[in-house]
């Protein structure tokens, strides 16, 4: 508690500059008349550490890493009993917050209605790599009646660090007897209100056990995001405000006679009593969205939450937070969808030629789409004519039902995938089609376009190609469409993509949060610049669409990707069977991508069918990057497939 009779220990063996501005801060620090402050020093008396070659080594105060690599000399005394007057603490977890952690104290250190000593702030520095713990002395060095606790975290996410925080806090209010006690929560980004802390006490008396306050985004940091996300978050939030109340009287909790003014709980703004922390058995340490996970254990527990309106924060819109989840990685989702999403009806062909300053390749997979191939070939041919495309390559499977000798027939390269690099072995499945088309073509920018799509336009090709042209730091573009479902002659409006909605969807929400914005995940229709697919792996068979998403973005960021609407597309159904068959492979790609051990898994699915068992073979293996594989490849060139004269 720096500045409230409390001493500040040094280390004077060396002469820290950090040391020297603390010592002047407390000189012209203003303190309360009623306590002081002071630095301790020398530990020691000064050594020269040259006086002999190998010093012996002291055990002094233990040291902390700084930003600089350094160890820090900087030391507060040990903890002090808490004062007799105690009613609040306020946890505060911080992991590299040194831009922001001085205006989060200062609000607290501005307080009123409440005196100085009733309330102590406990910061919990999480392995901070920078400056913060600097920071947070510096603040308290300038309120000197602020009284600060500042407690190291283990490095395991804000949760952990949140958990050590408000058990500190809940054993020194206990141990002055205060049952109710308030253990308040916010964060290092947050500015609290300066009546933030008597609301909440005045909600104690009134009978409140648990508080949620309402939390406004940054003025000016909301200022620089689309007036889409303001107005989706704001949507959102009404929403839950209208959920709160009956969600409590459901539950049979005591509600508040007023009508909740929010439906936030959220740790830059939550409060609890003692008696109620200790009776619902803490905060679970989660790395994130701890917040959520104490919420739903205090409504277990048929704690009500008080909404009310009166305790406020402000807290920061950045978007790029220090969790992996949280407001910071939903409002980069929200801006990156608003920023990020094309109308592909905006883009022509004169246009798009104008635009033109890269080689482009159109890559079809195929298999046995006899039907569709040819009108799609008609359709992308003119583009090829006009000197947009430079290459159409169809890639059958093998197809049985003609489908490579239509596309020939209507003026398309065709080439059979297991023939393009032949060393490699037979071709396996849809990943494997597309990783042999790319190393087929040269063209700088790749398209793929699925050829099982009826109805069928050029406008899929210009609107895939469009954000790539007109956005130089745009590597990857996604395919996004409206997928009606047909059963029989009736249509189900966006009844299709199944496994997108059963699989996809929440595997991405789940382990992939910053890809949650993407409408058509596992949409055929990809594009990308050849620089960035040729150094991604590709899943052999259907998990090549979620692999290539979530390598995308953790090579190049999520800004560097991007979709398109292409309006409706109708693409023939496939069985509940080969349904499953996508799901398993798409479920493998994704846990190769979160294990840190190999993968070791069955290529079979095995399934009940006619009273037996059946296991079929799914594409469940990966090729490896492209440019990888060509720098370990003999001086034997990868098999290219010539270009024909379009017709």
Not at 269 to 283: D, N, P, R
Not at 413 to 422: D, F, I, K, N, Y
Not at 543 to 565: I, K, P, S
Request: hydrophobic content about 40%; charged content about 25%.
């Amino acid at each position: 508690m720096l500045g409230c009779c409390t001493g500040v220990l040094v280390d004077d063996r060396l002469a820290y500059a950090q040391v020297r501005r603390l010592g002047r801060w407390l000189r012209r620090a203003r303190l309360h008349r009623s306590r002081r402050g002071s630095v301790h020093c020398p530990l020691w008396p000064r050594r020269d550490p040259r006086r002999c070659a190998h010093p012996r080594p002291r055990r002094g105060l233990r040291a902390r890493p700084t930003a600089g690599g350094g160890r820090s000399r900087l030391q507060v005394s040990p903890i002090l009993p808490p004062d007799a007057s105690l009613q609040a603490c306020v946890v505060v977890p911080a992991h590299d917050e040194q831009q922001r952690i001085a205006a989060c104290l200062e609000a607290l250190a501005d307080q009123v209605g409440i005196a100085p000593e009733a309330y102590e702030v406990i910061v919990v520095l999480d392995r901070c790599r920078d400056q913060t713990e600097q920071r947070a002395l510096e603040a308290a060095a300038w309120h000197p009646h602020l009284r600060l606790q500042l407690r190291q975290g283990p490095g395991r996410g804000v949760g952990a660090a949140r958990r050590i925080g408000m058990d500190f806090a809940c054993a020194r209010l206990l141990a002055l007897g205060r049952s109710e006690g308030l253990i308040a929560c916010t964060d290092a980004d947050t500015r609290v209100a300066a009546d933030w802390l008597r609301a909440q006490l005045d909600a104690v008396r009134r009978g409140a056990r648990a508080i949620g306050g309402r939390i406004d985004l940054d003025p000016g940091e909301a200022a620089l995001l689309p007036a889409q996300v303001l107005g989706d978050r704001a949507r959102m939030l009404a929403r839950r405000a209208e959920h709160v109340r009956p969600l409590a009287e459901h539950r049979g909790e005591r509600t508040f006679t007023s009508a909740p003014a929010h439906g936030q709980f959220s740790g830059a703004s939550m409060s609890v009593t003692v008696a109620t922390y200790a009776e619902v058995g803490g905060l679970d340490p989660h790395p994130a969205l701890e917040d959520e996970g104490f919420e739903r254990m205090l409504r277990r527990h048929r704690v009500p939450i008080d909404h009310a309106g009166t305790v406020r924060v402000t807290t920061s819109a950045r978007r790029r937070g220090r969790a992996d989840r949280g407001l910071a990685r939903d409002l980069a989702v929200a801006d990156w969808f608003a920023r990020r999403s094309y109308e592909g009806s905006d883009y022509t062909l004169e246009g798009l030629l104008a635009l033109k300053r890269e080689s482009i390749a159109l890559v079809l997979p195929a298999r046995e789409v006899a039907e569709t191939i040819g009108p799609i070939v008609d359709a992308l041919l003119p583009l090829q004519a006009a000197g947009l495309v430079d290459e159409l390559l169809v890639v059958d499977a093998a197809s049985q039902d003609g489908t490579a000798a239509v596309a020939e027939r209507h003026g398309a390269t065709v080439a059979q995938e297991s023939e393009l690099l032949a060393e490699q072995g037979p071709a396996c499945g849809k990943g494997d089609a597309m990783w042999r088309g790319l190393s087929a073509t040269s063209s700088e920018i790749v398209a793929y376009i699925d050829s099982d799509t009826t109805a069928f336009d050029a406008g899929f090709a210009l609107g895939l190609l469009g954000p790539l042209l007109g956005e130089p730091s745009i590597g990857l573009v996604k395919g996004a469409f409206g997928r009606p479902f047909r059963v029989g002659q009736a249509t189900i409006p966006d009844g299709g993509g199944r496994v997108t909605e059963l699989m996809a969807r929440p595997l991405i929400n789940l382990h992939f949060p910053a890809l949650a914005g993407f409408v058509q995940p596992l949409a055929g229709e990809t594009a990308g610049r050849r620089g960035l697919l040729e150094a991604l792996p590709f899943a052999e068979g259907y998990g090549v669409e979620l692999g290539l998403l979530v390598d995308a973005e953790r090579l190049c960021g999520l800004d560097a990707l991007a979709q398109v609407n292409l309006g409706v597309r109708q693409n023939r159904h496939q069985s509940l069977g080969a349904l499953g068959e996508m799901a398993y492979a798409i479920l493998i790609a994704a846990e190769r991508r979160l294990s840190l051990e190999p993968l070791s898994t069955s290529a079979h699915i095995t399934r009940a069918r006619g009273g037996g068992l059946e296991t079929p073979l799914v594409a469940i293996h990966e090729r490896p990057p492209l440019a990888a594989l060509r720098a370990g490849m003999s001086a034997a060139a990868p098999v290219r497939v010539s270009q024909q004269a379009s017709g």
